[in-house]
């Protein structure tokens, strides 16, 4: 059972990978071919996993990434990868239905 923020951040890479592949100059430059029934599989798996993440964190996860172009952040030394600032001491590692969001920047914060 994966966690809601590995969830979350599965979906981000899913759509970052989405744009990527359907991105002519990285295409060219990594010599990728991907035929179209890979692009929709890809859709299909990614339609599937938002259906398992809440509506009220998918919508907050869309306006993240409509803000940074990225919605989830991962914690390295105690500190958010998205705006670097240092995390108040106490916040602890999610259990797996919850979210921790950054105090300063908002963002979806993974612990890896
Ligand atoms: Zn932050």
């Given at each position: 059972m994966k966690s809601l923020s590995g969830k979350l951040l599965e979906l981000q890479d899913?759509?970052?990978?989405?744009?990527?592949?359907?991105?002519?100059?990285?295409?060219?430059?990594?010599?990728f071919?991907?035929?179209n029934e890979k692009v929709v599989e890809l859709l299909e798996y990614k339609k599937k996993l938002?259906?398992?993440?809440?509506?009220?964190y998918l919508?907050?996860?869309?306006?993240?990434?409509?803000?940074?172009?990225?919605?989830?952040?991962?914690?390295?030394?105690?500190?958010?990868?998205?705006?670097?600032s240092k995390l108040p001491t106490g916040i602890k590692e999610p259990s797996d239905n919850e979210i921790v969001f950054c105090n300063v920047c908002g963002i979806i914060l993974y612990f890896p």
């Open positions: 899913i759509e970052l990978k989405l744009a990527e592949i359907t991105n002519k100059d990285y295409l060219e430059k990594t010599g071919n991907i035929d938002e259906t398992e993440i809440p509506p009220q919508r907050r996860y869309r306006a993240l990434m409509s803000k940074y172009k990225r919605a989830v952040a991962l914690v390295y030394d105690n500190t958010c990868s998205n705006c670097f």
